[in-house]
């Protein structure tokens, strides 16, 4: 099952930008979800994670700026993201954390962020 991630768009350096991914019940119930980005060029990288019992786990370039939640009752896990920099320019996905390791085409489309400076 891919995870739809919307809510992107264009920001100014310093900014900031929520992120949403809804996923069905059964996915969120059972799985940690995760935030993914990649620019241009570079690796896919993690951002951050949330178990199905809340524990959260941050890359450490977004430590302090980003936050991830979910609400179950809306089938949703977001990304708050502030401060942003340049440098958080890429395209975001949401995934579940061990399709993100095992399963290669589990990627959806994502969302493209945008921060100018």
């Known amino acids: 099952v891919q995870l739809q991630a919307y809510g992107g768009g264009l920001v100014q350096a310093g900014g900031s930008l929520r992120l949403s991914c809804a996923a069905p019940?059964?996915?969120?119930?059972?799985?940690?979800v995760g935030w993914y980005r990649q620019a241009p060029g570079k690796e896919r990288e993690l951002v951050a994670t949330i178990t199905n019992g809340g524990k959260i786990n941050y890359g450490n370039s977004v430590k302090g700026r980003f936050a991830i939640s979910r609400d179950n009752g809306k089938n949703t896990v977001y990304l708050e993201m502030n401060f942003l920099k340049p440098e958080d320019t890429a395209v975001y996905y949401c995934n579940t954390q061990y399709s993100a390791t095992y399963d290669p085409t589990s990627w959806g489309q994502g969302t493209q962020v945008t921060v100018s400076s």
């Open positions: 019940a059964m996915i969120l119930r059972f799985n940690a």
